[in-house]
């Protein structure tokens, strides 16, 4: 989907040599401009890699990656969106085999009624599978199931050469592919194994946590128990209360939930709600939606006194404990989805969103983090923490064992590009890593360090694609 | 490419002996930028800019470029652009001449002219039509507040530069939508070896303020930098002065 930039006019400049629109990614900083394709064929797909030209080509999705890793200046960019066919779901085993450009949101809404969820989902339904695949995503249920990839159990990739493989789990193009950020080629489907479910509601569990020490105590003592669990974190709180935190977990409701009397203390959100009407359609997939976010919002709308009362209010409105409330799932997993073109807020300069990880035993690396963050009053409003399980086995992977801190800061806050770089020192230091999908400003000279299986994926790149015709921004500005 | 702040990792200055010119280098090596390609007459003083940019860890060329022989420049930017990418072009070569002098010689004059305008014209296009073809980059162009209206102490110097302004806005506009970014940047009075043993100007500024100026356009991608920002409302209001009253104004 081109962004919103491209909704200005075409240059009519005679010095254009060829229809280009500017693209950016889920963040709108660094737009840079490209031949958008929308291939609808496999056939279309392989001709436009065949004649992406000297700049090359990437695939692209949904555009929600926030950094430039589907952006690919002066070359070509594809949109798959246009290949967006499910192809065959066994119902019976739990598969569902589908053409890469589908949403995460096409799948709950064909699969949730059939009984069958996907395995791992991020904050937002409006993802494609080739580009959760690429980005080897993952979820808050990562310590339970790793991510994305590990649940696929083959794909087909579109090489350089124009042919068509099928990439299967254990060899190295595999490897390369999740978490590849589209370089070994562009992914034209995937067989997916499904999770089951019972309802298409949550049983969730809600508490506070006062400090950054109680935070990660509590995590630490009860994450083993909910297949879901992530904790939205105040960085703004300081002194005592710096980390202080609300943790929401969960688990797909089972059907005799809904049957079981409410409980006083039980109450439902997400939308009007009666027992009688889950029951009648328990497997019922239903979103809300707001109005979407403004075009135009001035700058600096977003400071650190409406991230300070936001953040006050959204600490508050928790309940110190919470026990077995029924959500829907866009209601747990996807709130901002509810909101259409959020990613406005933050003005035309755009935001940036960090995200590292730090592995177990480097707790005092994540304090430090946190501290410097919450001293520099970045004005963060949905910053989440949690616990990754094992490492996932692809190359440029983001997860590994331990604790991950996700916050969006608007790009113009000044010296935010220094003050990021020392954040990325203490994460190298402590063997920790960013993540990819999310990246725009990451030092290149750190990139080998905290990705030690870089140069296998280089190599492998250099064989498989030797002219070079997947390349990105991204792969550009970190020499991938 | 350049980051989420607009900062880039390579850097071609036109004009690679400008105190402006390399305290913005300073600047950006300070923060992503690794590779810069100084583009100057041959001279010690482009060789000794080259070494000390090197110094602070930037890996950087040399190249021999002179303003007036335009014919020159498609060749010599067109090897630049071959060798990868550049993420940012600083148009920073422009003569003061010597406006008592100038009167007097016109030739003097014309290669004033010749320098500041026709010479920018010449190497900002190729330079433009290279950043549309990669998709992405910005052209910074030091224009300057002599620009926005003639003044009896330097009209030769601010007819050149008023030509170069209205040019980059042209270009800018010819620009929009093509992943390249035009910034035009207007500084005032800076303290630099151009301006030395000259009478200071109110609001005078340095050469780092300005490199200041062009690291936060590049973040929030401006159209216009003014240098100091204040000179942009003082401008504003002097434009509109009579020139009866303009021309009797110590300016």
Redesign the interface.
């Known amino acids: 989907m081109p962004a919103d930039a491209a909704a200005?006019?075409?240059?009519p400049?005679h010095?254009?040599?060829d229809r280009?629109?500017?693209v950016t990614g889920w963040?709108r900083?660094?737009?840079?401009?490209?031949r958008l394709i929308r291939p609808r064929t496999y056939e279309e797909a392989a001709a436009a890699v065949r004649a992406c030209g000297a700049?090359g080509g990437i695939a692209r999705g949904l555009g929600r990656a926030y950094?430039?890793a589907a952006q690919?200046?002066?070359?070509a960019v594809l949109d798959m969106t246009g290949l967006d066919r499910v192809h065959a779901i066994d119902a019976d085993g739990g598969t569902v085999l589908c053409d890469a450009g589908v949403s995460l949101h096409r799948l709950m809404e064909v699969l949730l009624p059939l009984g069958w969820f996907v395995p791992v989902t991020p904050g937002t339904r409006q993802v494609t599978v080739g580009g959760a695949i690429a980005a080897d995503i993952h979820g808050t249920n990562h310590h339970v199931s790793g991510s994305f990839a590990r649940h696929v159990l083959s794909l087909e990739l579109l090489t350089a050469d124009g042919e068509i493989r099928t990439v299967v789990p254990g060899t190295p193009l595999f490897d390369a592919t999740a978490g590849g950020m589209g370089l070994t080629g562009v992914i034209l489907t995937a067989t997916v194994r499904l999770l089951p479910v019972e309802t298409s509601w949550m049983s969730v569990d809600t508490e506070r946590a006062r400090d950054l020490d109680d935070l990660l105590t509590r995590l630490t003592a009860t994450d083993r128990y909910y297949r879901y669990s992530v904790a939205w974190i105040d960085l703004l709180a300081r002194g005592a209360s710096t980390g202080r935190a609300v943790l929401t977990r969960g688990e797909h409701a089972p059907l005799e939930a809904l049957e079981r009397p409410k409980p006083s203390s039980t109450r439902a959100r997400g939308g009007r709600f009666s027992r009688r009407d889950a029951l009648s359609s328990p497997l019922e997939f239903r979103t809300s939606r707001l109005p979407a976010a403004p075009a135009f919002v001035p700058e600096g709308l977003l400071g650190r006194t409406t991230a300070s009362l936001f953040n006050e209010f959204w600490y508050r409105r928790a309940p110190d404990a919470r026990a077995d409330e029924l959500q829907r799932i866009s209601t747990f997993f996807h709130l901002l989805d509810g909101v259409p073109h959020w990613n406005r807020i933050y003005g035309?300069?755009?935001f940036?969103q960090y995200q590292f990880v730090v592995g177990y035993g480097h707790e005092e690396a994540l304090r430090r983090i946190v501290g410097r963050i919450s001293a520099r009053r970045c004005p963060s409003f949905l910053a989440v923490l949690k616990r990754f399980g094992e490492g996932d086995p692809g190359w440029l992977s983001f997860p590994l064992p331990g604790w991950t801190l996700a916050l969006d800061i608007p790009?113009?806050l000044p010296g935010?590009?220094?003050f990021l770089d020392g954040l990325d020192g203490e994460v190298a230091a402590a063997a920790g890593r960013v993540y990819l999908a999310k990246d725009?400003?990451l030092?290149?000279e750190l990139l080998a360090v905290m990705y030690p299986r870089l140069p296998e994926f280089r190599a492998l790149r250099r064989e498989l694609d030797p002219r070079g015709v997947f390349v990105s921004?991204l792969a550009?500005?970190l020499g991938l | 490419m350049k980051d989420a702040f607009g900062t880039p990792q390579s850097l071609l200055i036109l004009g690679g002996t400008s105190d402006i010119a390399l305290a913005t280098a300073r600047r950006l090596i300070a923060r992503r930028t690794r590779t810069v390609w100084l583009a100057g007459r041959p001279s010690p003083a482009l060789e000794n800019a080259a070494v000390h940019l090197r110094g602070l860890g930037a890996e950087t060329h040399t190249i021999s470029f002179d303003a007036i022989d335009s014919e020159s420049h498609e060749a010599i930017l067109g090897k630049v652009f071959a060798e990868g990418d550049i993420d940012m072009v600083l148009l920073a070569f422009g003569v003061l001449g010597d406006q008592a002098n100038d009167e007097r010689d016109p030739a003097a004059a014309a290669r004033v002219a010749q320098t500041n305008y026709t010479g920018a014209v010449s190497s900002a296009l190729v330079c433009a039509r290279a950043l549309q073809a990669q998709g992405h980059g910005s052209l910074v162009v030091l224009s300057s507040v002599a620009a926005e209206r003639a003044r009896r102490s330097n009209f030769i110097y601010g007819s050149s530069k008023a030509g170069l302004d209205t040019f980059t806005q042209g270009l800018g506009d010819a620009l929009h939508g093509t992943g390249a970014h035009v910034m035009l940047v207007r500084p005032g009075f800076v303290r630099t070896s151009m301006t030395a043993g000259l009478p200071e100007s109110p609001l005078a500024t340095t050469p780092e303020a300005v490199a200041t100026a062009i690291e936060l356009g590049l973040r929030r991608r401006s159209e216009t930098v003014w240098v100091p920002g204040s000179l942009r409302l003082v401008m504003a209001a002097l434009r509109h002065v009579p020139r009866a009253v303009f021309r009797r104004l110590p300016l």
């Open positions: 200005a006019a075409p240059a400049s010095l254009s040599p280009t629109t500017p963040g900083t660094a737009p840079t401009a490209a700049r950094g430039d690919n200046a002066g070359g035309r300069s755009g940036v790009a113009s935010l590009g220094a725009a400003r030092r290149p921004d550009r500005r």
